[in-house]
């Protein structure tokens, strides 16, 4: 079996199956180079009657209160922060955060109707 050099990224068995798919060979394959990147679009090829396409493309004014990137941004990091906290409590006191606050769980939610 030819010798597979080893990588510290693949992990033994990924070696392994790579010395199994290229036995004569001491060394990988070369990788193909990306030397040209073609792009494209896809457009309909026609409308459906009744369709007309826009004649001027609205131009937003960027939002200055509300749903920004940013904000968005913070909001998931003071979510992860919080959830975090809420197992460090959960660890420290042995119960859950609901019965931590005093609500009662398992007996169902005693509501009167």
Same mark, same amino acid.
């Given at each position: 079996?030819?010798?597979?050099?080893?990588?510290?990224?693949?992990?033994? /068995?990924?070696?392994?199956?790579? @010395?199994?798919?290229? *036995? !004569?060979?001491?060394? +990988? &394959?070369? #990788?193909?180079?990306?030397?040209?990147? /073609?792009?494209?679009?896809?457009? @309909?090829?026609?409308? *459906? !009657?009744?369709?007309? +396409? &826009?004649? #001027?493309?609205?131009?937003?004014?960027?939002?200055?209160?509300?749903?920004?990137?940013?904000?968005?941004?913070?909001?998931?990091?003071?979510?992860?922060?919080?959830?975090?906290?809420?197992?460090?409590?959960?660890?420290?006191?042995?119960?859950?955060?609901?019965?931590?606050?005093?609500?009662?769980?398992?007996?169902?939610?005693?509501?009167?109707?």
């Amino acid at each position: 079996m030819a010798a597979i050099p080893s990588s510290a990224f693949l992990p033994p /068995t990924t070696a392994f199956n790579l @010395a199994r798919h290229f *036995p !004569s060979s001491s060394r +990988l &394959p070369p #990788l193909p180079r990306r030397e040209h990147v /073609t792009s494209f679009t896809v457009q @309909a090829a026609k409308l *459906p !009657s009744g369709v007309e +396409l &826009p004649k #001027l493309q609205p131009k937003f004014k960027p939002p200055f209160l509300g749903f920004t990137k940013t904000a968005e941004i913070w909001n998931s990091r003071a979510s992860m922060i919080g959830l975090i906290g809420v197992f460090i409590v959960e660890l420290i006191m042995n119960k859950g955060i609901l019965q931590t606050i005093g609500v009662d769980v398992g007996k169902g939610l005693d509501i009167p109707l």
